[in-house]
């Protein structure tokens, strides 16, 4: 069967239209939030971990050791953007993490919140000091992982990678 014979002119318009869009895509990267911690992309895809920051407040985000497997995912670096007010801390900002699928696979990425000035330095979120648990042994953070949306508390973000 011929193509030209299937598609009406309106349906040859509307396919035009989407391979010049894209299917549909705004042309950047997936972005990821804090509600959305298992992802599932495709070797070669570019995504961001799209989290809320005031970073002139104090609250900031890290991305955290252990990194991520760097033959399933690299990382392309931090950058935020901020919006609202003119004064010092009075908008409302967001950090991103920018990364690119490499193969198939799974990697972790954590990323800690630190509120209000909670961590002093991403150094932290690299090597956390040990604290004791309630059971008396050494824990591997003083942080626990969180399981709902950023709070007051410094936490840390975990996010399984699949790669496909």
Known sequence: MNLRTVLTPAAAAAAGVLLLTGCGSSGGADAYGTDQRAVTVTAGDEFTLKVPANPALGQNWYLAGPRPDAKVLTYRGKREEEEGSDNTGGGDGTQFF?????????????????????????????????????????SASPYPTATGTPDDRPAFFVYTITVR
């Open 98 to 138: 920018d990364f690119t699928a490499r193969k198939p696979g799974k990697a972790v990425v954590r990323l800690l919140h630190c509120p209000m000035g909670s961590c002093h330095s991403g150094s932290q979120s690299a090597a956390p000091l040990p604290s004791a648990t309630a059971s008396g042994k050494a």
